[in-house]
């Protein structure tokens, strides 16, 4: 503190024998970088994962560490979305990048481009996990898988328009039921975004109205060529499929998580097509035989019958039976004809005593007779109306002439022809007479409009 004076960042201190120049925490910590990245370059790092967390942003944060030491790592998005694996604490990996330093905490960590799981390859792992996690779910539980329709109207086949496994699954059906409906989903089934068009692709054709039964799967072919169908969104897409789903993924010793998760697993894509119309090929030799134990039922029937006609006809007691069998069908066709006679008569006198009723009944229906009296209350208010409108033209006539008379006879009319009436100065009489008057007395005079006030002055 009282040795070395403060001094501007950048300057150099003076001492014994030498020049020291002072650096910023930031210059000294990018100086580190600097060296690290330069003399270090692309390496390989061995370790045991722990503390790994995938954030919000995608990126994956770790530490790598062995017995005796650890380092931070960090892997971004771009490069996590291209782990076959799930990155868990206690996996020793070999992890590829670059030796870096974070400069806002001052710490070095490695940036990883790829992992590598130690002892065995990312797929293997990858399926392994997914596997487990499915297992606990219960998707492969064995009570949850469906029996397939005995006769599918429609077929639904996810799989590539190019690949041999189509055309072995319709060369199957063509030759054994030609009457199926195929509906085709193509996708793609290896490589990138091939898991998401097959999803897409089986619940699509779920959803298909009519849809009995899918074929999902494609010819055989190494772990990576396969690996579409080991990914999580196909494995629950068939699980969640709502009819059911036959898994048919490359040949007999290739198994797939599909074929674990699917209601039927089936060896090759031929096979799929033989399981799904097996259930019509046994429905078929059931009718056989049936059809064939009930013609022989008929036919011993026939048989049986025949021979007990023949000896009832070789009867004694039963000759001549046609004739008197004819004799009573006459009969009975005559009774028949005289009850048909008398059924028609008696429907006839009830039908017109029906229609009679309701003649009658239609009369006295209150909805026709409310409609009269409302027709008669309706003409009853016209009259009124017409009754209150003639009076009114009376009263109005009658009132007219004696208003008329009544501005005959007012004063207002005699004063509007000129005339003047005159008061005395209390407006309490009027005055008729000169004599009522005295000279100097104060008079009021009404003309049409207004009033005068005089003073008389002489009189004659």
């Known amino acids: ?259 674990l998760v699917a209601d039927i697993r089936a060896p090759t894509p031929s096979a799929a097509a033989e399981i799904v119309i097996a259930g019509r090929d046994t429905l078929v030799d059931r009718v056989d035989r049936l059809k064939e134990r009930l013609s022989a039922t008929v036919r011993d029937g026939n048989r049986n019958r025949l021979t007990l006609v023949l000896d009832l006809d070789r009867r004694p007691g039963l000759a001549g039976w046609p004739t008197r069998l004819a004799v009573r069908g006459r009969r009975t066709a005559e009774l028949t004809y005289v009850l048909t006679l008398s059924v028609r008569s008696t429907f006839t006198v009830l039908e017109r005593r029906l229609r009679d009723a309701q003649l009658s009944l239609e009369a006295r229906e209150p909805g026709r007779r409310l409609a009269t009296s409302r027709t008669q209350l309706v003409a009853a208010r016209e009259q009124l109306g017409a009754a209150i409108v003639h009076v009114s033209q009376r009263r109005e006539g009658h009132f007219r002439n004696l208003a008329g008379r009544l501005e005959a006879l007012s004063p207002l009319g005699v004063l509007a022809r000129g005339y003047a009436v005159c008061w005395n100065a209390d407006r309490t009489a009027i005055i008729r007479d000169a004599s009522s008057v005295s000279v100097g007395d104060d008079v009021a005079i009404t003309l049409r409009q207004g009033q005068l006030k005089c003073k008389v002055n002489s009189k004659d």
């Open 1 to 259: 503190m009282s040795g070395t004076p403060d001094l501007p960042l950048g300057e150099s201190v003076s001492g014994v024998g030498s020049v020291r120049k002072i650096v910023t925490v930031s210059e000294l910590t990018t100086r580190i970088r600097g060296v690290l990245e330069s003399t270090q370059g692309e390496i390989l790092v061995e370790g045991e994962i722990v503390n790994s967390r995938l954030w919000k942003t995608g990126h994956l944060y770790f530490t790598l560490r062995d017995e005796q030491a650890q380092l931070k790592a960090v892997m971004f998005r771009s490069a996590v979305r291209y782990l076959r694996f799930t990155p868990e604490d206690g996996i020793k990996v070999v992890a590829r990048g670059r030796v870096t330093v974070y400069e806002p905490k001052g710490e070095y960590q490695i940036v990883c481009e790829h992992l590598q799981p130690q002892g065995q390859g990312a797929l293997l792992l990858a399926y392994e996990q997914l596997r487990r996690t499915l297992e606990a779910e219960g998707l492969f539980a064995v009570n949850r898988r469906r029996p397939l329709p005995v006769l599918p109207r429609q077929i639904g086949i996810v799989t590539s328009l190019d690949g041999a496994a189509l055309r072995d699954i319709l060369q199957v059906l063509t030759r054994r039921h030609p009457k199926a409906h195929v509906v085709i989903r193509p996708v793609q089934v290896q490589g990138e975004g091939a898991a998401d068009q097959i999803a897409q692709g089986v619940d699509e054709l779920s959803h298909e109205e009519g849809l009995d039964v899918i074929i999902v799967g494609r010819g055989g072919g190494s772990l990576e060529d396969l690996w579409a169908f080991n990914e999580e969104p196909v494995a629950r897409a068939i699980a969640a499929a709502a009819v059911p789903v036959i898994s048919a993924v490359g040949h007999e010793t290739d198994v797939t998580l599909s074929d």
